[in-house]
């Protein structure tokens, strides 16, 4: 449709609503206000009007400010004080009056009992700018939180996005839509709700259109969810606790699953230990660390696939064990390379020193193999420390645990 005849059509430029829930109450504590054009003929979402560049930034702003506007006068005879607002702004926009006219349009609903602390600023990453700082500050002086968006999908400012120090990282989970993405796909993921924790912003995993979605944005640190598998834009407001039975009964689902993967987790973990404390015990004596390996090796086939020591610094103090087709074979290029550069390495060390016990490491993909695997490793003695790469096969048949 041309943006003239929206332009020319005001009236039916209006607000929807899509509600964002909690996990902490399983309730809805704000929506996102996305803009339609409705008419007799048609119905239309505004988005890519907004984003056209091709249309005068006057003539987006205007339609902004009307979607803006009459959806402030909904949310104003609510009668909900504690409810968010997330409105979407491209940057450059934004900055074309040094944001004073966003602002304007926010302070002229507290009248109506509209706060600054209501509204969330939501910026799509790839329109965060060098220069765009301080306007962030100035909005925040007021109260106004700041969600940065589409970080899943377009994340290429992750300095910038720790820069402006967002309250909200919205992660897209739009091409997360089944459990058979890839391990790297998840752990890209993964890393980003570990950016959120480090920065101290929230988490809100949108376009959300599945379980499977929902439980994994549930077990990433996801603390607002939103998306069509929970309720579609309307264009009036919801009960809060609409889906609160619904939410409660799958997220309890969830928690029963990942304590019953945590489980098999500390259950491995244990029966790991003890065979192995078992093996060193029955081995140790007169032997040599390559002798010791060998040993080990004979009663790791089908568990193990690389085995070796390192001391307390990091640095191997023997060759690699490894396991290729049906047997044993020693890699002595390793010998005396340092590992103390891998993340936990030293911190791991210390646990197993203090703990006098084994312990298993989150899953992760080896560089060599390219296989998803965990490593057990174990305390020989206050300086020595023996590295068991586990092989994927073997914790294919724990379950979850791959």
């Known amino acids: 449709m041309d943006a003239l005849d929206i332009l020319t059509d005001l009236e039916n430029v209006v607000p929807l609503f899509q509600p964002i829930f909690n996990a902490e109450e399983h309730k809805i504590i704000g929506y996102e206000i996305l803009g339609r054009y409705v008419s007799e003929k048609e119905e239309l979402s505004l988005g890519s ?15 902004e400010n009307v979607v803006f506007s009459k959806a402030m006068e909904v949310a104003s005879c609510s009668g909900e004080q504690d409810l968010l607002w997330f409105v979407n702004r491209e940057a450059g926009l934004l900055m074309m009056d040094d944001g004073e006219g966003f602002l304007q349009s926010i302070l002229s609903f507290q009248g109506k009992g509209i706060r600054p602390e209501n509204i969330v600023l939501e910026i799509s990453d790839r329109h965060v700018q060098n220069h765009i700082e301080h306007l962030i500050n100035y909005y925040k002086s007021y109260g106004i939180k700041i969600a940065v968006g589409k970080v899943g999908s377009e994340s290429s400012y992750l300095n910038r996005i720790a820069g402006i120090e967002p309250d909200i990282l919205k992660i897209d989970m739009s091409s997360l ?41 549930w077990k990433n640190g996801g603390r607002f969810y939103q998306g069509f598998y929970l309720k579609k834009p309307q264009t009036d407001l919801l009960e809060k606790d609409i889906l609160k039975e619904k939410l409660k009964a799958e997220i309890h689902g969830f928690i029963l699953s990942e304590k019953k993967r945590l489980q098999s987790y500390y259950d491995l973990r244990v029966e790991l230990n003890s065979k192995f404390q078992d093996l060193i015990n029955r081995n140790k004596k007169g032997h040599s660390s390559n002798e010791l390996l060998k ?34 074979i020693i890699q002595p290029k390793y010998e005396n390379k340092n590992w103390s550069w891998r993340p936990y390495f030293l911190e791991n060390i210390i ?12 899953r992760y993909s080896d560089i060599e193999t390219g296989e998803v695997i965990r490593t057990f490793s174990l305390p020989l003695n206050d300086k020595e420390f023996l590295f068991v790469d586990l092989s994927a096969s073997y914790l294919h048949k724990r379950e979850g645990l791959f």
């Open 177 to 217: 839509r089944s459990n058979n993405s890839g391990p790297a796909y998840l752990d890209v993921l993964h890393s980003l709700s570990i950016l959120a924790r480090k920065i101290g912003a929230a988490i809100l995993f949108e376009n959300i259109e599945t379980p499977y979605q929902l439980q994994f944005a």
């Open 295 to 328: 040993a080990l090796g004979e009663s790791m086939d089908g568990i193990a696939f690389r085995m070796y020591i390192c001391d307390e610094d990091g640095f191997q103090l023997s060759p690699n064990l490894y396991k290729t087709d049906d047997e044993w």
């Open 49 to 63: 009007f907004f984003q056209d560049e091709m249309i005068p930034e006057e003539y987006r702003i205007e339609v």
């Open 351 to 362: 646990r197993m020193r203090s703990g006098k016990k084994g312990i298993l490491s989150d």
